[in-house]
């Protein structure tokens, strides 16, 4: 008897170790491209030019500061941390907003209406690029910052809204319905009573909102043109381009680009991985 | 008892006016901005690809005229060789992603749910990490990896002394495993979330009636999931009409066009050079349809499966 429970275990043992075994692989391959970057971010570039494998000669950290100061870096991230909270506060009023309306006022309108944002979270947003870009520019709004606000606030809507609108549905009608017999009214019931008991949907909704504005590169690409106006990604793309083979300063300023969502990420992955499973099962 | 009666119905009438003025005031911002900027652009896109309008004011003063010339973009897009090349390099994406992305990410997901490991979450975490990353960044970073003069062409030397770094003839290949790279932790995330919602004890209970590991794979935990295996498949090609930035960033398209995809074509077309924003809403409506058709699909299959996972 003892004999097979050996056995058993002594087989479970090799599988666990292969388990090991092919997850550190797997988790080496996620991040050995990033730690690589990270070393060579410190390498002068004929260091690197001679030794792209091995580790720096010497931490060289002036490619960090001139590559902040000869990339803008200063204002894209400023530029950034404005897009992203500005899209991210209105998403959340107007989600908010929209989900109580939608889940607790009686309307014929809300079915194609709401039905209209879930079509919304599907469509691939490339195919409405060019026209966007038309748009915009026909208003008059191109490379202004309401040219990028607007469309990013547009874009997050349909999410934003159908998390709220299911997260709204299932708090019970009778704390509406009571506070409505007792007068109060609809702004009262909704600022007071709805937007704080739906704050943990708040909390997915701005974290999928900030990770998703603060990366965003195709639309702002094509929207903005001069440098007072471009997010970080896009001052990257500009810099990295203007870079021919000072390949330190641009490892650098990838690691400009690196970190804060690394730090971010660091902070927020159990509310993230939550957020991607709720939101990518969806799509 | 009449007076009652209507003072009743009264209030009723204004307790109705009331909510329906409170549901327009939430409601309303929101579709107003969504209309303009989603809504609008689309239809936007079918009038402008039966134009002949080059660019310059539609409205206004200063606009200029612009002529229906009917189905004539749709022609040209659909004997351009590029347009044919780009769509089958969606396919590869496609490709890679369901026979690339969905296994692998299964796999460690299930390595992860069932091998009783320790640091599920730091596995979990690491996998994901570059999915989080700005795609400027992540692209950026491969296109000095895999340069003719990048490390890639040093890491193959170590094995093979005799290799020459020159450009490749298959360019599309670097991209996709990039992609492979980048996005299979996404599945990871999506498998692990649905496998953790499958009952142990049920895989446990089968084990000691003497079933070995594979027929549980093969009669709880592959049924369990069948939904969600669907959804990811239709994620992955949806998800490749999606990629732009990646390989706008990596190749812009190149070398000679050979990494073209469909939202690179379009945008090409409508930026490189003189801008021809006909045929560059003929290629987003085509891309629009795809993307339709796909929610139809997504919406039969979940009926069939009953319920979004």
């Known amino acids: 008897m003892s004999y097979i429970r050996d056995d058993v275990s002594a087989k479970r043992k090799v599988g666990m170790v292969l388990t090991y075994a092919v997850l550190i692989l797997f988790a080496i391959l996620a991040i050995a491209p990033l730690l690589w970057l990270a070393l060579n971010s410190f390498k002068t570039s004929q260091d690197y030019q001679m030794n792209r494998l091995g580790l720096p000669k010497r931490f060289f950290w002036q490619n960090y500061t001139q590559a902040w100061q000869r990339g803008h870096f200063g204002i894209y991230i400023v530029n950034s941390i404005i897009y992203t ?3 991210t506060v209105a ?18 309108n809300t079915k194609w209406m709401y039905g209209s944002y879930v079509v919304g979270i ?3 947003l490339q195919s409405i690029m060019i026209p966007l870009f038309i748009v915009i520019n026909q208003v008059g709004l191109y490379d202004t ?30 704390l509406v319905e009571s506070a409505r017999l007792d007068g109060a009214h609809y702004g009262r019931i909704f600022l007071s009573i709805m937007a704080p008991m739906a704050a943990p949907v708040g909390v997915t909704i701005a974290i999928l909102q900030i990770s998703g504005t603060w990366n965003e590169f195709m639309l702002i690409n094509m929207l903005t043109s001069s440098t007072k106006n471009k997010s970080l990604p896009v001052g990257i793309q500009s810099f990295a381009g203007s870079l021919s083979t000072d390949y ?10 690196l970190i804060p969502m690394l730090v971010f990420y660091i902070i927020f992955r159990k509310e993230i991985t939550k957020g991607v499973s709720a939101g990518a099962v969806k799509g | 008892m009449g007076s009652h009666a209507s003072m009743y119905s009264a209030s009723r009438i204004t307790a109705h006016g009331e909510e329906r003025r409170a549901f327009w005031i939430f409601v309303l911002p929101a ?23 080059k660019g310059g004011a539609l409205f206004g003063p200063k606009r200029k005229a612009v002529d229906i010339v009917g189905f004539q973009y749709y022609k040209q897009m659909f004997s351009d060789k590029y347009f044919w090349l780009a769509l089958k390099n969606n396919m590869w994406i496609v490709f890679i992603s369901v026979f690339g992305q969905i296994p692998l990410g299964f796999f460690m997901a299930y390595l992860i749910f069932r091998g009783m490991i320790r640091g599920k979450d730091f596995f979990q975490t690491v996998i994901y990490l570059p999915c989080v990353i700005s795609t400027v960044v992540i692209g950026r970073l491969w296109k000095a990896i895999t340069a003719p003069n990048g490390v890639l062409p040093d890491i193959i030397r170590l094995f093979n002394p005799a290799y020459v770094a020159g450009n490749s003839e298959h360019p599309m290949i670097a991209v996709l495993l990039v992609i492979l790279w980048m996005y299979t932790g996404t599945y990871l995330i999506i498998f692990l979330a649905n496998l953790q919602k499958i009952d142990t ?8 009636d003497g079933a070995t590991e594979m027929q549980a794979l093969r009669y709880i935990i592959f049924p369990a999931l069948s939904g969600v295996i669907v959804t990811t498949a239709i994620l992955a090609i949806s998800g490749s009409l999606k990629s732009f930035d990646l390989i706008f960033v990596m190749t812009s398209g190149g070398p000679a066009k050979q990494t073209y995809v469909l939202s690179i074509y379009m945008y090409d077309t409508a930026f490189k050079g003189a801008p021809n924003y006909p045929l560059a809403n003929a290629v987003s409506i085509v891309m629009c349809v795809i993307s339709f058709a796909l929610i139809g699909i997504t919406k039969a299959v979940e009926k069939k499966f009953g319920g979004k996972e």
């Open chain 2, 201 to 208: 004890s049920v895989i446990e209970a089968a084990k000691i």
């Open chain 1, 122 to 124: 599907l469509m691939t």
């Open chain 1, 85 to 87: 909270a500005i899209t």
């Open chain 1, 145 to 174: 910052k309401l040219g990028v606000l607007i469309p990013y606030i547009g874009i997050g809507l349909p999410m934003g809204i159908y998390l709220a609108t299911e997260f709204m549905k299932s708090i019970p009608n009778a």
């Open chain 1, 248 to 257: 330190g300063k641009l490892f650098a300023s990838l690691m400009i680009g």
């Open chain 1, 91 to 108: 998403i959340l009023a107007l989600s908010f907003m929209s989900g109580f309306a939608f889940a607790k006022i009686n309307n014929r």
């Open chain 2, 31 to 53: 579709f107003l901005i969504y209309l303009f900027v989603m809504a609008f652009p689309t239809f936007f896109a079918v009038f402008l690809s039966l134009t002949n309008y």
